[in-house]
């Protein structure tokens, strides 16, 4: 096939709205990344001789990534020379390029490492999902004058010594409000050092006046203290009065119960003993009685026996009289 004019197809690349060639900025190589699987070494770059990005194919059967191609070709366009294909050198038609999806698919389902520091591991199709949340990806510090690129799990570290970070001035305890970036501390505290001074110095005359109310109001609390200690004892004085006189008033109505109890039980004893005596006298009178019965009995036998009338009513005289 016949070479074509460089310059002419270049120029005519370049008037497509697509340029294939296209700016610099969108030359990017292959994917940089470690593979956890064996990849198929036809899906790595001839020229950067990294994993294909959006892979071209040229008329000639070869392949390799997009940007490579455009900056192989751009090179060769502008020395003047005719394109050609970097593996074999036979002549390459820019306009018959042509996309291979199924490639880029292949080779997009590689399993990967991250990039960077973690443990994330998948397909490469992913990774760049997870690049943008990934703890160690470096990423720009959120200060727009800074420029830093930091770890993003770093950034707060950053933050607090990034010299483009807003910080509050040393002195704002003494009441100084101004707001500086971290860059400009030295400068803030050399043009406000009488400002500061005076700060210091009202701030440490309004902490005298309160230290002396403070003083003030301690001597009254040590008033009020000794107060109480006084009404306390006072009051535990009366106290131990009340419980004297309460002891005694219970001891004599203890004695007084006592005595009425005894009273009472002596009258008892008494009565007990009288009771006692009238029925020893009541009981003597029953035997006596029943013995004169039983004497009666064996005389009345006796005479029932001897069928004397007479004995029998001088007995019987003999007995109503001692009864009466
Ligand atoms: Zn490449
Ligand atoms: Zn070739
Ligand atoms: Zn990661
Ligand atoms: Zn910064
Ligand atoms: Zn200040």
């Known amino acids: ?79 003047g020379a005719d394109f050609f294909c970097p593996v074999d050198r036979k002549p390459v038609d820019s306009t018959k390029i042509v996309s291979v999806p199924f490639v880029d698919r292949l080779i997009l389902s590689s399993q990967v490492k991250c990039t960077y520091e973690c443990e994330w591991e998948g397909d490469l199709g992913n990774l760049q999902d997870h690049i943008p949340h990934c703890e160690f990806s470096p990423t720009d510090c959120p200060n727009g004058q800074c420029h830093e690129s930091i770890q993003r799990n770093k950034i707060d570290e950053h933050l607090k010594i990034c010299k483009y970070s807003v910080v509050v001035c040393k002195y704002q305890h003494y009441g100084c409000k101004i707001k500086i970036l971290g860059w400009e501390v030295t400068t803030h505290e050399k043009q406000f050092y009488e400002y500061h001074i005076d700060l210091i110095e009202a701030s440490h005359s309004l902490l005298q006046v309160s230290n002396s109310e403070f003083q003030s109001s301690l001597l009254e609390s040590q008033k009020l203290v000794t107060q109480i200690i006084d009404d306390n004892q006072r009051l535990q004085g009366k106290l131990k009065n009340i419980k004297t006189k309460h002891d005694a008033e219970l001891k004599s109505e203890k004695l007084k119960l006592k005595m009425e109890n005894d009273d009472k039980s002596g009258n008892l004893i008494i009565q007990h003993q009288e009771t006692m005596k009238e029925y020893e006298v009541r009981h003597k009178k029953s035997c006596e009685l029943n013995e004169n019965i039983i004497i009666a009995f064996f005389v009345i036998s006796f005479l029932m026996l001897c069928n004397k009338a007479f004995v029998v009513l001088v007995i019987g005289i003999f007995f109503l009289w001692k009864k009466t």
């Open 1 to 79: 096939m016949a070479s074509l004019n460089q310059s002419d197809t270049y120029r005519s690349l370049d008037n497509q709205s697509n340029s294939f060639i296209g700016n610099q900025s969108e030359h990017l190589e292959g994917y940089d990344i470690d593979t956890i699987q064996e990849v198929q070494q036809d899906f790595y770059c001839p020229i950067c001789f990294k994993l294909m990005r959006n892979v071209k194919q040229m008329e000639c059967g070869h392949v390799l990534c997009e940007g490579c191609l455009q900056k192989h070709l751009k090179a060769l366009a502008e020395r």
